[in-house]
């Protein structure tokens, strides 16, 4: 397990969500950002965002072994994310055509 930290892209800076997580994702997928309540129920829209850049923070051979003997890892994965704007003008295309075919 490690962090998974997903930072706006075009915004320095501003982190958007930060998990645990022992899934990398890769540059091109498309994250999909849900805010939950205490019980786990959404609570607003999910927003889409699409992966530019990935980076793990890796030790290197020159770190020092931690403390408690464990072995060195990766403990952070930032990813870089930008709006999925190509997705909402998908979708809306996609609603266009459903109304189109509606009306006939």
Do not use: N
């Amino acid at each position: 397990m490690f962090t998974l930290r997903i930072v706006r892209h075009d915004r320095h800076d501003q982190v958007l969500a930060e998990c645990e997580s022992s899934c990398v994702p890769h540059r091109g997928e498309v994250l999909q950002l849900d805010t939950v309540d205490a019980r786990g129920d959404q609570v607003r829209p999910s927003t889409m965002w699409r992966i530019v850049a990935v980076t793990l923070h890796v030790p290197s051979l020159h770190s020092s072994s931690p403390g408690d003997g464990s072995p060195l890892q990766v403990k952070l994965v930032e990813v870089a994310v930008l709006p999925d704007v190509a997705l909402s003008t998908e979708y809306a295309a996609k609603a266009q055509e459903i109304l189109s075919e509606s009306r006939m």
